[in-house]
C-alpha cells in the first residue's frame, strides 16, 4: 500500500470519503447510534448491537479504533482488576451520531417509497 506523508493512499488523497465510510458503515451507524444512550463496556456494547446484527469481536474492536482514531470515540481504560474498559461518544462523536441517526430514521420513515422504486425498477428491466 502506497503512503503519503504517512497516510495510506486513499486516507491521503480523499479524508472526507474515508470519514464518511467510517460514521456509515455497517458498524460505525449501530455503534454511534448506541453510544448515543450512555457509556457501554465492550461486551456490553456487543450485546446491544447484536439485539440488531451479530458483530464480532474483531468487527467491533477494529471499529471502535477506527472511531476513536477519528476522534468520535473516547475509551476509558481503568487501571483496576479485572480491567475495565468503557467506551463514550466524544462531542464530536455526538454531533456525528445526530447525523447518522437523522438518516437512519429518514430511511425508516422512507423505505416504503424505496421499494416501491425497487419494484417498479425490477418490473421495468422484466
Known sequence: MAESAGKPEGEAMCPYRLVLEHVTSRWGVLVLIRLME???????LRRAIGEVRQVS???LTQTLQTLERDGFVH???QPVIPPRVDYSLTDLGREAADQVRSLALWTERRMGDVERARKAY???RA
Open 38 to 44: 450512555r457509556p457501554y463496556r465492550f461486551s456490553e
Open 57 to 59: 469481536e474483531k468487527m
Open 75 to 77: 475509551r476509558d481504560a
Open 122 to 124: 425490477d418490473e421495468a
